[in-house]
């Protein structure tokens, strides 16, 4: 078992406070079987709401079951209890946005893609930020400013 955190780092304009929009966003990551070292070709999603019964676990459950296609070992991961920490580092600075508990797996990619939401800087609530594109625009009209998240990066450790 090995605990990893999930950091991120982005340019920020006139905005603070990015974070997932919704309790049960559905994150994107890369996943690597820590027993054959094969990487899976496609991107697996999971969200902190569903779980699903890990076998020969006696009840436990995680948010992500795997069976590596080439090993065919099971894996698991499960998000730890603490909510995401909002991102709103000035000076684009990496900073961790959640933790998992990985079991047989690593998590060695994250996509942003999904709806975030962020704060303007006059208090104005963005809920609707796709980072599909890996950037997202717009203009607060309370401040008269444009807003935009751009430069989107993630890298994880162990924690």
């Given amino acids: 078992m090995v605990n990893l955190e999930l950091s991120i780092k982005a340019e920020l304009e006139n905005v603070t406070e990015l974070v997932p929009s919704t309790e049960d966003f559905e994150y994107f990551f890369q996943v690597k079987c820590n027993s054959c070292q094969e990487v899976h070709p496609k991107l697996v999603s999971m969200n902190?709401?569903?779980?699903?019964?890990?076998s020969g676990g006696k009840g436990?459950?995680?948010?992500?079951?795997?069976?590596?296609?080439?090993?065919?070992?099971?894996?698991?991961a499960k998000f730890e209890p603490t909510p995401s920490k909002p991102y709103s580092s000035e000076n684009a600075q990496m900073e961790p946005l959640l933790k998992?508990?990985?079991?047989?797996?690593?998590?060695v990619g994250f996509d942003p893609k999904g709806i975030w939401k962020c704060r303007g800087l006059k208090g104005t609530v963005f809920t609707d930020v796709d980072l599909t594109e890996g950037e997202w625009n717009d203009y607060d009209e309370k401040a008269a400013?444009?807003?935009?998240?751009t430069d989107f990066q993630s890298s994880w450790s162990r924690a």
């Fill in 100 to 107: 998992i508990e990985c079991r047989g797996l690593e998590l």
């Fill in 60 to 76: 436990s459950t995680a948010n992500f079951v795997w069976r590596c296609g080439m090993c065919k070992r099971e894996s698991s």
């Fill in 145 to 149: 400013l444009p807003v935009g998240v």
């Fill in 48 to 54: 902190r709401k569903e779980e699903r019964e890990v």
